[in-house]
C-alpha cells in the first residue's frame, strides 16, 4: 500500500495542467484522498495489531509468574496475578504498575508500557511521514486546480495542507502568501476552533493568534462580551457544528488534540458536586450523553471527560481530574493528548502526566457544536448547574503542542492579561 501510494502521487503531479483537463485533475485528487484515507486506515490496522499481539504475549508471561508466585508459597502473588490475568482476558487493555504491586509485577508492567510507547511512537512517525509526503504531492494539485479556474476545490486542498502542516508542528503559511498561490482571496482559516474577545485588533470570534473565520457564535442568558474577557453570569457562548467540522476530521485522522483555557473566577468552588451537578466550562456536543470532551467544574477541580471507541467498562467517557482551580486570579490551562497520553499544564508548567489510561480511538468523533459556560444534563431530573466566571479564550485544536508551544502560549496570554488598559 505504501509503494501504491507514493507512485500514484509522483504520477498525479508529475503532468502539468492542459485546457479541458480539469475532470481528469478532480478525478486524480479525488483518488489521491482515497489511497491517502486507506494508507491511514492501514497504519491504524498495524497499531493495534501490535498492540494486540504485545498484550497477549504479556498475558501469556503472567501464567509463568503466577507459577514463581505459587512455587514460592506467595499466596498473594497468586490470587493477584490470576485475577489480573483473568480482567484482561475479559477487557484487554494495558495495565500501568502500582506503587503496591510485587517487584516482578512492576518490572513487567513497566516493560510492557515500556514497549507499547515504543510501537506508538512508530507509528506516529508513518504517520507523520505519509502526512509530509501528501502535502508535498498536493501542492503541484493546488496550482493546476487553480489555473484551470476550480478555486472551491484549490480551497479545499489548500486548507488540507494548513491542517495537516499544524499537525506536523510546522508553521502556517501566512494569509498573504495563501492568496498568492491561489491566484484569488482566500477563505480564512477555518481551523483551529477559537473564542477571544476583541484583542490585538481582533473581534469577537476571531482567534487573534492566527486569522481565521469570523464564525458568529450564539449567546444565551446572560453573557457579557468585554475588551479581554467574555463575563458569563448564568449564560454560554455557542459556537456552531459547521465552524467545527474540519477540526473534527482532522482529530481523525491524527488521534490528537490541544484544549486551551484562560479564565478567573471569583469562587474556586463550583458546581453541586452533593448532587453530581458539575458546572460546565465546556460541552463539545449537543447534550452530556453524546459529547465528544466536555470540561466540567465540580468543587475545587477541573475534569475532562473524553469520547473514544474504548471507554472504560459501563462507562461513556474516560474521566481525568485536571488539576485544582485557585480562583481570585487568571488562570491558564492547557490540555494536550497524543497516543494515550494526556498531558495537563497548568500558568505554563506541566502539573500531571497520564499515560496508558486512556484507551480507543477518536473515530467516534461527530461534528458538533462547542457550548461555554452551560452545559445540558440531558436529564430533567438533574438541575443545570451553569459555571460563572470571566472567560478570556477558549481554544481547540486538533494538532499536539509542544512543550515549547505551550510556553510561548502561555507568555502570549500572560502578556495578554497583564497588558495596559
Known amino acids: 500500500m505504501k509503494t501504491r501510494l507514493a507512485l500514484f502521487l509522483l504520477h498525479a503531479v508529475a503532468l502539468p495542467f492542459v485546457a479541458g483537463d480539469l475532470s481528469a485533475l478532480q478525478s486524480d485528487y479525488s483518488r489521491m484522498q482515497t489511497i491517502y484515507t486507506e494508507r491511514v486506515e492501514e497504519i491504524q490496522r498495524e497499531l493495534r495489531t501490535e498492540e494486540s499481539e504485545i498484550l497477549n504475549r504479556f498475558i501469556v508471561s503472567l501464567v509463568r509468574l503466577e507459577q514463581e508466585f505459587r512455587e514460592g508459597g506467595d499466596l498473594d502473588g497468586v490470587v493477584l496475578i490470576r485475577q489480573l490475568r483473568e480482567g484482561l482476558l475479559e477487557r484487554p487493555e494495558f495495565p500501568a504498575p502500582r506503587e503496591d504491586h510485587p517487584n516482578k509485577l512492576k518490572e513487567r508492567l513497566e516493560d510492557l508500557q515500556t514497549r507499547r510507547s515504543e510501537i506508538r511512537e512508530q507509528s506516529q512517525k508513518k504517520l507523520d511521514d505519509l502526512n509530509r509526503m501528501f502535502v508535498d504531492r498536493l501542492e503541484p494539485v493546488m496550482r493546476n486546480l487553480t489555473r484551470a479556474g476550480d478555486f472551491a476545490t484549490a480551497r479545499e486542498i489548500l486548507e488540507l495542507r494548513r491542517r495537516l502542516r499544524a499537525s506536523l508542528g510546522e508553521e502556517e503559511q501566512t494569509p498573504a502568501r495563501d492568496a498568492r498561490e491561489l491566484g484569488t482571496p482566500s477563505d480564512p482559516n477555518t481551523y483551529p476552533v477559537s473564542i477571544e474577545p476583541r484583542v490585538l485588533g481582533a473581534t469577537p470570534g476571531i482567534n487573534a493568534r492566527r ?5 458568529v457564535f450564539k449567546e444565551e442568558g446572560r ?50 458536586p452533593e448532587i453530581n451537578a458539575p458546572s460546565g466550562l465546556l460541552l463539545f456536543g449537543d447534550r452530556r450523553e453524546n459529547a465528544n470532551l466536555i470540561v466540567t467544574h465540580e468543587a475545587q477541580n477541573l475534569f475532562l471527560y473524553l469520547r473514544t471507541t474504548r471507554p472504560p467498562e459501563n462507562e461513556k467517557y474516560h474521566r481525568v481530574s485536571l488539576g485544582r482551580v485557585d480562583g481570585g486570579r487568571m488562570e491558564h490551562w492547557m490540555v494536550t493528548y497524543r497516543s494515550g497520553e494526556l498531558t495537563v499544564y497548568k500558568d505554563g508548567n506541566e502539573i500531571n502526566k497520564i499515560r496508558g489510561d486512556i484507551t480507543g480511538l477518536l473515530n467516534n468523533w461527530e461534528v458538533y457544536p462547542i457550548h461555554l459556560g452551560q452545559i445540558d444534563t440531558g436529564s430533567p431530573a438533574l438541575p443545570q448547574v451553569n459555571w460563572n466566571g470571566r472567560l478570556a479564550m477558549a481554544y481547540l485544536k486538533a494538532s499536539h ?20 488598559r
Open 211 to 215: 486569522p481565521q473565520i469570523p464564525f
Open 401 to 420: 503542542e509542544s512543550s515549547r508551544g505551550v510556553t510561548s502560549s502561555y507568555g502570549r496570554f500572560a502578556e495578554f492579561v497583564t497588558a495596559p
Open 223 to 272: 453573557v457579557e462580551i468585554r475588551e479581554r474577557d467574555f463575563l458569563l453570569r448564568s449564560g454560554r457562548l455557542t459556537v456552531p457544528a459547521e465552524a467545527t467540522e474540519a477540526m473534527v476530521y482532522q482529530a481523525k485522522q491524527n488521534q490528537m488534540f490541544t484544549l486551551e483555557f484562560g479564565f478567573h473566577t471569583s469562587s474556586a468552588r463550583q458546581g453541586r
